[in-house]
């Protein structure tokens, strides 16, 4: 069965940074496109970052671009966001998604597209 775990949540203070871990069991790894979304207290969840099952390809949220970093060791079976300059409004629980795809160059924002969620990790943004 597939599942997916995330890590490295916690609480930091603003300018500080926090690198989140998505392990993935259960699948070949290597055949989803992966993406991180994140929901913060009284709000829908919104997307963050994407990539591509090569980890090639990748995208962000404006408001992240330049600050945030999403990549992937397939040799691992993890997808990472490398958060740095962390700011009180990046507070929220992060999750991590996947889905499986034959195209390896194609990154997906669409919460919809996923298949797989992993439980979220809490990220908390001191001022």
């Known amino acids: 069965q597939v599942q997916l775990v995330e890590s490295g949540g916690g609480l930091v203070q603003a300018g500080g940074s926090l690198r989140l871990s998505c392990a993935a069991s259960g699948l070949t790894f290597s055949s989803y496109a992966m993406g991180w979304f994140r929901q913060a207290p009284g709000k829908e969840r919104e997307f963050v970052a994407a990539i591509s099952r090569s980890g090639r390809n990748t995208y962000q949220l404006d408001s992240v671009k330049g600050r945030f970093t999403i990549s992937r060791d397939n040799a691992k079976n993890t997808v990472y966001l490398q958060m740095n300059n962390l700011k009180p409004e990046d507070t929220a629980v992060y999750y991590c998604?996947?889905?499986?795809?034959?195209?390896?160059?194609?990154?997906?924002?669409?919460?919809?597209?996923?298949?797989?969620w992993g439980q979220g990790t809490q990220v908390t943004v001191s001022s």
């Open positions: 998604a996947g889905k499986f795809v034959y195209s390896t160059g194609s990154y997906y924002p669409g919460e919809n597209e996923y298949n797989h």
